[in-house]
């Protein structure tokens, strides 16, 4: 029986909101408090599935069903409330692209590249081969600030891609990619995947992530199916 690259047990999330209600002039001059409001809203509740080695999942759902919101616990950037997650392997996630205006896609590559964890050496060889699969090799010395949404997408999952990670977390970066990136995504997937390497990918195009993906988690008002 293979190990889970992906672990995630009665995992739930709640958040906490709280406002206040008044004006300056009420409080100072008629004494009056200000009112205040809390309420809290499950955005996830009671939800377990693993992900094993070489598989590759989708997550799908309506808008604020809690697929953001899911891989930011995976990723570690937030906290569950309850449950637990377990991640076996280097993570690489990429929950929003931000790249300095004024680098280059090469100085980008560079600079990206060393959070993952490689050298300078690896970041060099690595970057005529990010640059090829994202299709940007002749503005490779442009500053990226010239480039439009898809070529930042583009580049931000080939260096992901090239990080040496066993598990790679994408939250709804798919809708901006043009057919011809997506042909070479699938097969670059399909080749991580056979070294073992694991994927979970958020994203409302069904279309695509049956194509990318072995199987699927349908989100909805914070539960999960397994389709």
Not at 85 to 113: M, N, Q, W, Y
Not at 158 to 164: F, G
Not at 169 to 187: A, M, N, T, Y
Request: hydrophobic letters at 40%; glycine letters at 8%.
């Amino acid at each position: 029986m293979t190990t889970p690259r992906i672990q995630v047990t009665q995992l739930s999330k709640r958040f906490r909101f709280s406002c206040s209600f008044g004006t300056n002039r009420g409080t100072l001059v008629q004494g009056k408090p200000f009112k205040n409001f809390e309420s809290a809203r499950w955005v996830l509740k009671d939800i377990s599935f693993q992900i094993q080695p070489g598989e590759s999942a989708g997550i799908i759902g309506p808008n604020s069903a809690g697929k953001t919101t899911l891989l930011r616990i995976i990723s570690g950037v937030i906290k569950p409330s309850q449950g637990s997650v377990l991640t076996r392997g280097k993570v690489a996630s990429i929950l929003g692209i931000a790249f300095h205006p004024d680098l280059t896609s090469r100085e980008c590559i560079r600079f990206h590249g060393s959070f993952y964890g490689l050298g300078r050496a690896e970041c060099e060889e690595m970057a005529d081969r990010v640059l090829s699969l994202s299709g940007v090799q002749v503005a490779n010395n442009c500053p990226v600030k010239f480039l439009n949404k898809g070529a930042l997408a583009r580049i931000a999952l080939s260096i992901a891609l090239h990080s040496q990670a066993q598990v790679f977390l994408f939250d709804e970066i798919l809708p901006v990619l043009d057919s011809d990136f997506l042909l070479r995504l699938k097969d670059t997937l399909n080749h991580l995947r056979e070294q073992g390497k694991s994927f979970l990918i958020a994203s409302h195009q069904e279309n695509i992530i049956a194509s990318l993906c072995t199987r699927r988690i349908y989100l909805d008002q914070g539960r999960a199916t397994c389709l």
